[in-house]
Each structure stands twice: as C-alpha cells, then as structure tokens.
C-alpha cells in the first residue's frame, strides 16, 4: 500500500509540477528576435544592410507558444537568415497530399527537465549543435530568452539573447515563421493605394496583412508575400527583395519577385530587376529595371 500511495504521490507532484512550469512560461510566449539582428534590422529596415549583424546558419529568431506542448515536450519553431526555400508557417510540420512538409526550423525542450540553472537541456536540434548540445533558458521572472551552446573542440561558446516582438497568436495564425512575421511587420504589412509605374490607380484598398496574405488587387489578390533575407550567396544587390507567391506548398506556382524600395513616410516601390555589371568594371551586381508597382501607405 504504501509503494503504490508513493508513486501516485510522485505521479500527481510531476503532472502538477509540469502544469505549473507550462503556465510561467506561458508569459513568454511570442515571437522573438536575436538582440543583434533585431537592433540592426530596427535602424535600417533591410536585410541587406543588416547583412553582417548575425550569422546566417544560426537561429535568428523562434516562436514559442505553449499550446505546441504535448506531455511536456514544447515544441519550438525557429527561423535562420539563409535558406534557398519558401517554407509553411505550422507547428512542425504538416502532410499535404501525403507530403510531409516541415516549416523552416523546429527543436523541441522537456518541460521537466530544467536544471539548477534554469537551463533546458534541448532535443533535435541537430543543425546548431552539430553532435554537441545546447540549452534554452526560459526566464520568466525576469521575461528573458537565452540560447546557449557551451564550448568543446569543435565549437566556440554560443550565447544568443533574444528581444520579444510579439506577444500573442492571432487565432488564425497560431504558428507564424518567426523571422517572416518580423520582418514582414515591419516592411509590408498595411493597407495602401496601389499604382502602376504610368500612376494609374490599380487599387485603392490594397491590403498585406501580418501572415501575408494579399488582398484587394485582382493580379496578386490570394497571393502571400515574403521579405527576403536569402543574400548570402548569388549575385550582390543594393536593394532588397520581396517575393509573392500563389501556393508555398506548390514549387511550380506562380510566383512573382521584385526588388524592394521603402521611403520615410513607408512608401514602397517595387522594380524588376536584372544581371548586370558595375560601370567600368566586370563586376557583377543585380540592378534594378522598371519600376511596376508604387504602394503608398494609407
């Protein structure tokens, strides 16, 4: 009698102990940013000139949200700069036409397994650690994220602070790509008037809301769109790139790309684009074109 009061004792003190730790760090759900990208990113409001600011294979910026939790193990999405591929904005993944497809980045933490430090010891994240470990420190006394990777032969010491962006999940976008949403919010989302390079008015109601998603001119209308951050390899640019795509899930939708341009008063204007070659010399650069598209914000 005794052994089977003790484990029912155990028992309930782990469940409650589980449920009291997903609650506290339910205060720290949101998106967040690497502190250094996010200062880089918030002066210039370019992933070009904030090139330098972080590494582009490292986890720039991660999702959490307890409602991923299943027996204790959160699941959390993350985000890095390079990546050649457009990606689903799921939690972990998801099955379409018996493809399973995953979004950009995910590593999971046992919600029981924090240690004295207040460090969770993480599992699968296998494209930062490399064969090693690394550890997430979910302070929420002090709202406060840390990733850190510790030192051995192979790698250096990693310590990546992290700045909330957003705090809640609309119910309809429950598990944004946390590096789409930041950058999208602040260089696309809005409503604006939509004119052609002749000043034609094309829409006056155009509208990119924060998961994307184009509405209120007939040619890009269901469209979703991205802020690129894929500069790390090709051919240089001076400006920035945005991208609308029909169907993230379909590799031969209809897609459209254009170099970006934003004023003060967030005014952007949109340009093809071309290879081409620096005056005077035989360096290559991508240059813009025509403009196509002015979008004025409302």
């Known amino acids: 009698m005794f052994n089977k009061l003790s484990f029912f004792l155990l028992a309930f003190s782990v469940n409650v102990f589980s449920q009291t730790n997903?609650?506290?760090?339910s205060t720290l759900n949101g998106v967040w940013i690497a502190e250094e990208y996010y200062n880089a990113f918030e002066e210039n409001n370019s992933a070009i000139k904030s090139k330098n600011a972080f590494d582009y294979s490292y986890p720039v910026a991660l999702r959490i949200n307890t409602s991923e939790n299943k027996n204790?193990?959160?699941?959390?999405g993350y985000s890095v700069l390079h990546d050649h591929f457009l990606h689903?904005?799921?939690?972990?993944?998801?099955?379409?036409?018996k493809d399973t497809i995953s979004e950009q980045g995910s590593f999971s933490v046992d919600?029981?397994?924090?240690?004295?430090?207040?460090?969770?010891?993480?599992?699968?994240?296998?494209?930062?650690?490399?064969?090693?470990?690394?550890?997430?420190?979910?302070?929420?006394?002090?709202?406060?994220?840390?990733?850190?990777?510790?030192?051995?032969?192979?790698?250096?010491?990693?310590?990546?602070?992290?700045k909330r962006v957003k705090s809640t999940f609309n119910k309809d976008y429950q598990y944004p790509n946390p590096l789409y949403y930041y950058t999208r919010s602040k260089n696309l989302?809005?409503?604006?008037?939509?004119?052609?390079?002749?000043?034609?008015?094309?829409?006056?109601?155009?509208?990119?809301?924060?998961?994307?998603?184009?509405?209120?001119?007939?040619?890009l209308e269901g469209f979703t769109v991205y802020f690129s951050t894929d500069i790390y390899c090709g051919l240089p640019s001076n400006e920035d790139l945005v991208i609308f795509i029909r169907d993230v899930f379909d590799n031969e939708s209809k897609s459209y790309a254009y170099s970006y341009v934003k004023d003060k008063k967030g005014n952007i204007s949109l340009y093809n684009n071309e290879m081409g070659t620096i005056e005077g010399t035989n360096f290559e650069v991508i240059k813009l074109?025509?403009?196509?598209?002015?979008l004025i914000k409302k």
């Not at 997903?22 to 760090?25: A, D, G, K, M, V």
Request: negative net charge; glycine residues 4%; hydrophobic residues 35%.
């Open 72 to 76: 204790g193990i959160l699941n959390i």
């Open 88 to 97: 689903p904005e799921v939690s972990k993944y998801v099955v379409k036409n």
């Open 189 to 219: 989302v809005g409503n604006y008037v939509l004119k052609d390079i002749n000043d034609n008015l094309l829409s006056n109601d155009l509208v990119i809301s924060e998961d994307g998603l184009v509405k209120g001119y007939s040619l």
């Open 289 to 294: 074109t025509d403009k196509v598209y002015d």
């Open 22 to 25: 997903l609650i506290e760090i």
């Open 111 to 162: 919600l029981n397994s924090k240690d004295s430090l207040g460090f969770y010891k993480i599992i699968d994240f296998r494209e930062f650690n490399n064969d090693w470990v690394s550890y997430l420190s979910l302070d929420s006394q002090n709202s406060t994220v840390t990733l850190y990777r510790p030192k051995n032969k192979e790698h250096t010491e990693e310590i990546i602070k992290y």
